[in-house]
């Protein structure tokens, strides 16, 4: 542009250029709507073997373009899959032909006509009508093919995973694969909302900014509300709004939200990340065993239509009953002796075996690191995890045959967590000392428990809360297994990345703190 001449290794120029003349030729290559009739898809269907007359309106990006003079074979793509269409300058105009000139793979283009078949048998719509709705300014990253020791195959750039969770939108332009697994993922959700409205669970939702975090213990993301003048946090589990509701009458209710956690990232964790929790009252945490197989197992024989699931080469088979097996059992079977809960005998035990620990950890912590480093990889197949150590669940109901235990259990498939549960501790005096000493850990430096006590949970709970159980399922980990993905991100839209470099911004380029406000205590969220 500007009169210097453009290179052909610059398409995002070229296609500027084309943007620029089709503007010029009167054309808005933005149009506001296009008003469809049929989708590719539904012309397939309509048109069928039968070839009734048939006039249509399609819309969608152009994926093809094969050009013969004064006519033209092109494919459009849209949700549902790929059409031909067949343009001719003798339907078209002139005028209107030469635009297609200005096409490129990418581009939105509507297209109206009468369906027909060509001599080759495909399905093809005879254009009368055609509009550029969106001209693409930057190539998609198309398949190529490439010969590989096994043959030619196509290649996309977006196999690259880097690009692919930077660039989603790219990678769902051009992958229909891609596109399936979140099409899994909403029908994972709808089954999860069908079984539990099936069953008397009202759906609710509770506050992701929260004045006091709680309901598990991790490092919550911290930000400040100028106009309160205080400091909040983005909800790190919904546990303890639920319970409220409960309280308040509320039986059965659960939500499917997202949740914060101010942690590392891996194949199996992202700090933003979805959770199912759902509450049922006169429930204890054998009953939430029975009705967790039932909801998972559902799910399985949905996605994979029997009771065998397959994720990344391994087959388990989720046929109930799941087996039960006892926390500490689970340990003692690896050689851990667990006898003495003391943390000086547990600290030992994971010197024996190797298993870092911090100086803050207590007897739970490194009863945890225990159980992930030397269990946990061995559950491949469904297993439930029960009768944890008092120690590792603040809110959980005392177990009444042993006093160092709470009733509750975790689901594992393929060697990870899936679900939490518990019989809830209702108790308001047992549930401020357990607060009380989850403050004194992180007094003592654990930076994972909650250092402040949830008062206004306890008032809840001194209105009276019945016999309760409550279980959370992590819902990015179920759809990673119900579509054989291998990283969490796969499953997530758009997953948290480290900042590129054009996006990282120096403190100096921020707003000043408004005049008569305080600034945030800690880290900003």
């Not at 009953?287 to 909801?295: F, G, K, W």
């Given at each position: 542009?500007?009169?210097?001449?453009?290179?052909?290794?610059?398409?995002?120029?070229?296609?500027?250029?084309?943007?620029?003349?089709?503007?010029?030729?009167?054309?808005?290559?933005?149009?506001?709507?296009?008003?469809?009739?049929?989708?590719?898809?539904?012309?397939?269907?309509?048109?069928?073997?039968?070839?009734?007359?048939?006039?249509?309106?399609?819309?969608?990006?152009?994926?093809?373009?094969?050009?013969?003079?004064?006519?033209?074979?092109?494919?459009?793509?849209?949700?549902?899959?790929?059409?031909?269409?067949?343009?001719?300058?003798?339907?078209?105009?002139?005028?209107?032909?030469?635009?297609?000139?200005?096409?490129?793979?990418?581009?939105?283009?509507?297209?109206?006509?009468?369906?027909?078949?060509?001599?080759?048998?495909?399905?093809?719509?005879?254009?009368?009508?055609?509009?550029?709705?969106?001209?693409?300014?930057?190539?998609?990253?198309?398949?190529?093919?490439?010969?590989?020791?096994?043959?030619?195959?196509?290649?996309?750039?977006?196999?690259?995973?880097?690009?692919?969770?930077?660039?989603?939108?790219?990678?769902?332009?051009?992958?229909?694969?891609?596109?399936?697994?979140?099409?899994?993922?909403?029908?994972?959700?709808?089954?999860?909302?069908?079984?539990?409205?099936?069953?008397?669970?009202?759906?609710?939702?509770?506050p992701a900014l929260q004045p006091v975090y709680g309901g598990a213990t991790a490092r919550p993301f911290t930000t400040y509300h100028h106009a309160l003048d205080t400091t909040l946090?983005?909800?790190?589990?919904?546990?303890?709004?639920?319970?409220?509701?409960?309280?308040?009458?509320?039986?059965?209710?659960?939500?499917?939200?997202?949740?914060?956690?101010?942690?590392?990232?891996?194949?199996?964790?992202?700090?933003?990340?979805?959770?199912?929790?759902?509450?049922?009252?006169?429930?204890?945490?054998?009953?939430?065993?029975?009705?967790?197989?039932?909801?998972?197992?559902?799910?399985?024989?949905?996605?994979?239509?029997?009771?065998?699931?397959?994720?990344?080469?391994?087959?388990?088979?989720?046929?109930?009953?799941?087996?039960?097996?006892?926390?500490?059992?689970?340990?003692?079977?690896?050689?851990?002796?667990?006898?003495?809960?003391?943390?000086?005998?547990?600290?030992?035990?994971?010197?024996?075996?190797?298993?870092?620990?911090?100086?803050?950890?207590?007897?739970?912590?490194?009863?945890?690191?225990?159980?992930?480093?030397?269990?946990?990889?061995?559950?491949?197949?469904?297993?439930?995890?029960?009768?944890?150590?008092?120690?590792?669940?603040?809110?959980?109901?005392?177990?009444?045959?042993?006093?160092?235990?709470?009733?509750?259990?975790?689901?594992?498939?393929?060697?990870?967590?899936?679900?939490?549960?518990?019989?809830?501790?209702?108790?308001?005096?047992?549930?401020?000392?357990?607060?009380?000493?989850?403050?004194?850990?992180?007094?003592?430096?654990?930076?994972?428990?909650?250092?402040?006590?949830?008062?206004?949970?306890?008032?809840?709970?001194?209105?009276?809360?019945?016999?309760?159980?409550?279980?959370?399922?992590?819902?990015?980990?179920?759809?990673?297994?119900?579509?054989?993905?291998?990283?969490?991100?796969?499953?997530?839209?758009?997953?948290?990345?480290?900042?590129?470099?054009?996006?990282?911004?120096?403190?100096?380029?921020?707003?000043?703190?408004?005049?008569?406000?305080?600034?945030?205590?800690?880290?900003?969220?």
């Open positions: 542009m500007g009169g210097e001449p453009l290179q052909e290794t610059d398409p995002v120029a070229v296609r500027r250029e084309k943007l620029e003349t089709l503007e010029e030729r009167g054309v808005d290559p933005f149009p506001a709507t296009w008003p469809v009739t049929h989708t590719a898809a539904e012309v397939l269907e309509a048109f069928g073997d039968e070839e009734p007359e048939l006039d249509v309106r399609i819309a969608g990006r152009v994926v093809s373009v094969r050009g013969h003079g004064r006519t033209t074979f092109l494919h459009v793509a849209d949700r549902t899959g790929r059409i031909q269409a067949y343009l001719r300058q003798d339907d078209l105009g002139e005028g209107v032909y030469s635009l297609l000139e200005l096409l490129d793979l990418g581009d939105y283009l509507g297209v109206g006509g009468r369906v027909m078949r060509t001599r080759t048998g495909e399905v093809t719509v005879q254009a009368t009508e055609v509009a550029v709705l969106a001209k693409a300014l930057r190539p998609l990253p198309i398949g190529k093919r490439v010969e590989t020791g096994e043959g030619a195959r196509t290649w996309h750039q977006s196999e690259d995973p880097e690009f692919r969770y930077r660039q989603r939108y790219a990678d769902l332009a051009v992958r229909p694969e891609a596109r399936a697994v979140f099409e899994s993922r909403a029908e994972i959700l709808r089954y999860l909302r069908d079984f539990l409205d099936a069953r008397g669970f009202l759906e609710v939702e509770t946090y983005l909800r790190i589990a919904d546990e303890l709004y639920l319970k409220r509701c409960v309280v308040g009458g509320l039986e059965r209710v659960y939500e499917i939200a997202k949740d914060f956690r101010n942690e590392g990232l891996s194949r199996f964790h992202n700090p933003e990340f979805t959770m199912l929790e759902f509450y049922a009252a006169y429930m204890d945490y054998r009953d939430l065993m029975e009705l967790t197989e039932e909801l998972l197992v559902g799910l399985v024989e949905r996605a994979a239509g029997g009771t065998e699931l397959t994720w990344q080469g391994t087959t388990v088979d989720v046929a109930p009953p799941w087996p039960r097996v006892s926390f500490l059992a689970a340990l003692a079977e690896r050689g851990v002796a667990v006898e003495d809960l003391s943390r000086r005998a547990l600290a030992a035990e994971a010197g024996r075996f190797g298993v870092e620990i911090e100086p803050a950890d207590g007897a739970g912590r490194i009863l945890d690191r225990l159980f992930s480093e030397l269990v946990e990889p061995g559950l491949d197949d469904p297993v439930f995890v029960l009768d944890h150590p008092r120690e590792l669940s603040p809110l959980a109901k005392r177990h009444p045959d042993d006093p160092r235990l709470v009733e509750r259990f975790e689901a594992y498939l393929f060697g990870k967590e899936l679900g939490n549960a518990f019989t809830e501790l209702n108790d308001p005096r047992e549930q401020r000392e357990r607060f009380e000493a989850q403050a004194a850990l992180a007094a003592a430096g654990d930076v994972e428990a909650a250092a402040a006590i949830d008062e206004d949970f306890l008032r809840a709970l001194e209105y009276g809360m019945p016999p309760t159980a409550g279980m959370g399922i992590g819902v990015d980990r179920l759809v990673m297994f119900l579509t054989d993905q291998p990283s969490i991100r796969d499953v997530i839209l758009f997953p948290v990345m480290r900042p590129e470099e054009r996006e990282r911004v120096d403190a100096g380029d921020l707003p000043a703190t408004p005049a008569g406000t305080a600034p945030p205590e800690g880290p900003a969220g």
